[in-house]
């Protein structure tokens, strides 16, 4: 017979020594990317060569090798010149709290699958749910990203607002609901999955400085009404993706009340302003919403995927999916908190919440406003650097990390001046001394940053800068 792998697979004593070398390992990154003296935030490589490499390695790759070659060939989001993507770097206790839930592996789909991060799912979302100002009977959960929380938000909404028969029978009427041309695209995904058509997204046009113009708002409804569409939700972005623009949370609570519209506010991204005592206005507003997303791992320092789903009265997040799965969920007349799935879309998830536990527990609450608070502080500062600048402008002001902004000159036509903004964008992400991203703002081409790193200085940022004009000028010499 041949010998079983079982039991090396499963070896205390091997998980312990990797893990312990692990843990040095990553200590060893942690410090060299927080003091920013990894010369690269990114070694890039193009996709069918990072292919090469890991085909090859699974063959001749060493085994101790294998998670440093995987350091090495990631984006280092501790870097304070990462300006990238909004993820955030984590706490790094929450790569432990990340190794306890892999272990452990409760998939929390029912109570007794996962009991503490069960209750500590209510407590966290119950303390979130307060933040943003609603009252004891909201409730909420954690679900597997603000995509999916938007997804079933709007699923909420339909079942709340229209009716049960959507999910029995299909939807019977046309059924719409409003958002912001800027809003982020999973809002889109949503609504056509849920059979809503092209015509049931109405997009309002934004300002000129990119919030969803409350104006235009009025007139949009009564046209759609009057083609016959039903209404029932209107989303606002908190902010929207691209420019990091605040839409009017009040003025779309006002809205959503006169027209008895649910009221979604998609704060994936800048909900966790509802811990800033300085920036806390950004999202003035908010309690007056049906439903919030608040992504953890964007704004709150926690590992992907950790994503909290809020609901004003709490009976929605639970009758949104109400259907049996007799093997998994019992029926049961009482509030029933602790059966997750019965409210999430997926049925088994992560141990997120004790991310967030996690956290609170060891530094309370007031990290959250001081992680927020400076690296908004940051995005305006970084705001008035360009605005000061004869080569670059701004897309907008900034309201919070997220500014978008261009090299200018006045010797290129648009479509130049777009093509050079895209090869500075392509030379700093193939150099790797810094990591920024990019966007196209009303056709046109501007570089984005999301200044997500603490310890990122007005140093950095002006480093960044001078990187731009050189290669700027080398660019712009080569296209003219
Ligand atoms: C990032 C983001 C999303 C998507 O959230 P994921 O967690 O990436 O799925 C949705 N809306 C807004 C406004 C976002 O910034």
Known sequence: MEKSSMPSV?????????????????????????????????????????????????????????????????????????????????????????????????????????????AMERIVTDWLCAKIGFDTSSRGFLTSGGTLANLTALLSARKAIVGQNSRNKGNTRPLGIMVSEQAHYCVDRAAKIMGLGEQGIIKIPTTEGYAMDVSLLETAYKKATKEGIYIFAIVGSAPSTATGIFDDLEV??????????????????????????????????????????????????????????????????HATFSQTADYLLVQSSDEDWYNLAKRTFECTKSMMSMHWYTLLKTYGETIFDEYLTRLY????????????????????????????FRYRTSHCDAET??????????????????????????????????????????????T?????????????????
């Open 464 to 480: 960044l800068l001078k990187r731009i004009k050189s290669i700027a000028l080398t660019t712009e010499k080569a296209t003219t």
């Open 10 to 118: 499963y070896d205390p004593e091997s998980f312990r020594k990797t893990g312990h070398k692990l843990i040095d390992t990553l200590a060893d990154h942690l410090d060299q990317s927080n003091q920013g003296l990894t010369e690269k935030v990114i070694r890039w490589n193009k996709p069918n060569e990072e292919h090469e490499f890991w085909k090859d390695f699974l063959v001749h790759g060493e085994n101790t090798e294998l998670f440093s070659e995987v350091i090495k060939h990631s984006t280092h989001v501790h870097h304070p010149n990462y300006m990238g993507h909004q993820v955030s770097p984590t706490a790094p206790i929450t790569a432990l709290s990340g190794m306890v839930s892999a272990l452990l592996n409760n998939g929390m789909a029912v109570y007794e699958m996962g009991m503490a991060s069960s």
């Open 417 to 462: 001046l777009n093509r050079i903004n895209e090869k500075i964008r392509q030379s700093l992400l193939e150099a790797g001394e810094f990591y920024i991203v990019q966007t196209k703002l009303r056709g046109v081409h501007y570089l984005r940053t999301t200044l997500m790193n603490p310890f990122t200085t007005e140093e950095h940022l002006k």
């Open 377 to 404: 502080d940051l995005g305006h500062q970084f705001g008035e650097f360009i605005a000061k600048e004869t080569d670059f402008e701004l897309a907008v002001q900034p309201m919070s990390n997220i500014v978008c």
């Open 252 to 317: 779309l609570g006002r809205f959503s009340k006169a027209h008895n519209l649910w009221f979604h506010v998609d704060g994936a991204h800048g909900g966790a302003g509802i811990f800033s005592t300085k920036y806390k206005f950004t999202v003035k507003g908010i309690h007056q919403a049906d439903s919030v997303v608040i992504d953890g791992h964007k704004m709150l320092m926690l590992p992907t995927i950790t994503t909290a789903l809020l609901f004003k009265n709490g009976t929605h997040s």
